[in-house]
């Protein structure tokens, strides 16, 4: 049925260009004459030469018309007059051609036209090797971490650089709390004399709030931590109801609005990370994250590794999550060995060519995105908190069916993917998946790997779960450089602590501390790299754990694979409170009422203050559960210092590979 009213109203011809798979967006050619000494509209596409391209034009009618009566609305509708196109593969190379495009019954336009091949090296680096920042620091720490060695093992010489063995801190996410658990547990490496020994520290959520505000220090693990400490302290336990005030929400007002005027898609997390910059810091940080290549220019610090995951919007964290690190050097995707400076991160890129540079974001951004444990969809939340999804939404999925038998042809080819057909379920079940799987929201950034052409044979990497038919990777036109944006989130929706970027072959970790900040499941970390790993083929010690552990876990555990030396060592401290609760420091019992009542209390439980939603404590609680992670890793100081000969020993061996 049409609908009749009366009005007036105007028509306007239009003539769209457009060329799938290019970078840029459909573009207006203007129908009328240009202007007496202008300029005819210029424009240009940025395409994959490998793909069969075409210049697509259309001609339409957009028609406003605005009806008569109590409440004039304006209507508009748009119909095609006609259409046409151009192969690129007409044009010749570095000549400007003129070119007729018939869109129709006498319409045609006229089109100057130029195809040229890009020239010059790439703006972003491809490769699976270590960046030269990141190899300059790992030659300079060596040195550090050798006479470190020599002193806290009592060694009668220094290890020579090739059998330096290689130690990273990992600390997890909890939000305050494990960024308050953090400052404590460097602390007992510091009064140790071990975090000389570090040559990562890495973390996930929380973990990061803590380590990217001490790196604004070049210097700071060769000074106390207890200045570091007392001014995260003064933070944690001051009031947030400023972060509200009118002068803080028109500055979110600008910064955002700021933001958005520079094409950024602002989301929640940006806003989300512009309050954490009020909590820990109550004003403005102009800090960013290259800022910190003069704290490792020396080796006089461990190399800071800060993680995140790539995700789909509609899958769960632990069912698909490419993961991205962040250095003061690098920003990138191990899977996929592509990465860009962190200077240039937030710029365009397409097929490695840099075509939009844009501020490098200030670091609240990036510790509003590395922290955005809310960014979860409904099933997510179940999925965590009851320990399973919503078991009623695989009878809303899509059907995923082999339709060939291909294993004859793998034998002469074994990176052919097998013809898969995939059935989408009806409008309804769309709808269902939508509301419980949508997460709410994502920090979109612009895809640096945009563009970028895979290898033929890029099924075989470990990294790719191709081999899983309903997994992403199992669809070409569905990997990550096939996108306009990343959604980039928390690296603990898929484990809660960034064991794969330091389990990456080129940088030889030996020895990992894991400090796991969780209030429940203290193996749940470990249990799901070492899935991970055999997913993948990566050496990783076998996770076994007795009954009585589960139900109450000791402070330190030595997890180490005899059978495969390749395999990290791993010292696993969960948080926990022992034999803390009855000694002041070890071997040091606690004596008065005042003392004893002092560690009498419990990290986790219902009325536990240390709630992930919980970002202000006492200050006898930060106190606390500072003091807490600190003492776990005094106490547990010969383990640690067996773990490192342990690892020593298999360097010297040769048993592992160098950097």
């Not at 007059?81 to 007729?100: H, V």
């Not at 990141?134 to 093992?153: C, G, H, N, P, T």
Request: charged fraction near 20%; glycine fraction near 8%; charge should be negative.
């Amino acid at each position: 049925m049409q609908k009749q009213s009366r009005g007036c109203g105007t028509a306007k011809v239009l003539s769209d260009a457009e060329m799938p798979g290019a970078y840029e967006k459909p573009q207006l050619l203007p129908l009328q004459p240009h202007k007496e000494g202008g300029l005819p509209a210029t424009f240009i596409f940025h395409v994959n030469p490998v793909i069969s391209s075409r210049l697509d034009v259309e001609l339409g009618e957009k028609l406003t018309v605005l009806q008569s009566g109590p409440s004039a609305e304006l209507e508009t509708q748009t119909s095609k007059l006609g259409e046409g196109g151009i192969l690129l593969s007409s044009l010749a190379l570095g000549q400007e051609e003129q070119r007729f495009v018939a869109l129709g019954e006498d319409q045609e336009v006229v089109l100057s036209m130029k195809a040229e091949m890009s020239s010059g090296d790439l703006d972003l680096r491809l490769g699976f090797g270590l960046c030269d920042g990141e190899q300059e620091f790992l030659d300079k720490r060596k040195q550090i971490v050798s006479k470190a060695l020599q002193q806290v093992l009592g060694l009668s010489q220094a290890p020579d650089g090739g059998q330096v063995p290689v130690v990273a801190v990992l600390g997890s996410g909890g939000g305050t709390r494990a960024m308050s658990s953090l400052y404590g547990s460097l602390a007992g490496l510091q009064e140790l004399g071990l975090l000389d020994t570090v040559t990562y520290l890495s973390g996930v959520s929380g973990s990061t709030w803590c380590i990217s505000t001490l790196y604004q220090d070049p210097s700071w693990s060769q000074v106390a931590l207890q200045g570091p400490i007392e001014r995260a302290q003064a933070r944690v336990c001051s009031s947030k109801m400023g972060a509200m005030s009118p002068e803080r929400l028109q500055y979110y007002a600008q910064e955002l609005g700021s933001l958005e005027g520079s094409s950024h898609s602002v989301s929640l997390i940006d806003l989300w990370g512009l309050l954490i910059e009020y909590f820990l810091y109550q004003e403005e940080n102009p800090a960013r994250l290259s800022d910190q290549q003069e704290a490792v220019s020396q080796g006089q610090n461990p190399y800071p590794i800060y993680a995140s995951i790539n995700v789909r919007t509609n899958i769960s964290g632990e069912d698909f999550a490419e993961w991205c690190e962040f250095t003061p050097h690098e920003v990138g995707f191990p899977k996929y060995g592509a990465y860009v400076p962190t200077e240039l991160f937030g710029s365009e890129f397409f097929m490695g060519h840099l075509l939009q540079p844009r501020p490098e974001p200030r670091i609240c951004y990036l510790q509003g995105m590395w922290g955005s444990a809310f960014a979860a969809s409904v099933d997510e939340i179940f999925l965590k908190t009851a320990g399973s999804g919503l078991s009623f939404l695989d009878g809303h999925r899509g059907k995923v069916n082999i339709t060939d038998d291909c294993q004859k042809l793998q034998l002469h080819d074994p990176t052919r993917l097998r013809t898969r057909l995939f059935t989408p379920q009806g409008p309804f079940s769309q709808a269902v998946l939508d509301i419980f799987t949508s997460r709410f929201t994502s920090a979109e950034n612009f895809n640096f790997t945009r563009g970028l052409c895979l290898h033929k044979d890029y099924v075989a990497g470990r990294e790719f779960m191709a081999w899983k038919a309903t997994h992403p990777d199992a669809f070409p036109n569905q990997l990550t450089p096939m996108r306009d944006c990343l959604c980039l989130v928390d690296g603990g929706f898929a484990i809660n602590s960034p064991f794969p970027l330091n389990l990456l072959p080129q940088r030889a970790v030996d020895l990992i501390l894991s400090f796991d900040y969780s209030l429940e499941a203290p193996f749940e970390v470990l249990q799901m790299t070492e899935k991970y790993c055999l997913d993948r083929g990566i050496p990783f010690p076998r996770i076994e754990v007795l009954p009585e552990d589960l139900e109450e876990p000791r402070e330190c555990y030595l997890f180490a694979e005899a059978k495969d030396p390749r395999s990290p060592i791993v010292l696993h401290f969960p948080l926990v409170n022992r034999t803390f609760r009855t000694h002041l420091a070890p071997g040091v019992e606690r004596q008065t009422p005042e003392e004893k009542a002092r560690g009498d209390f419990a990290v986790n439980g219902s009325d536990t203050p240390y709630g992930m939603m919980n970002f202000t404590y006492e200050p006898e609680e930060f106190e606390r559960l500072v003091a807490l992670s600190r003492y776990n890793v005094l106490n547990n100081a010969e383990t640690v210092r067996q773990a490192l000969r342990l690892a020593l020993q298999q360097r010297q061996a040769g048993d592992r590979a160098g950097g």
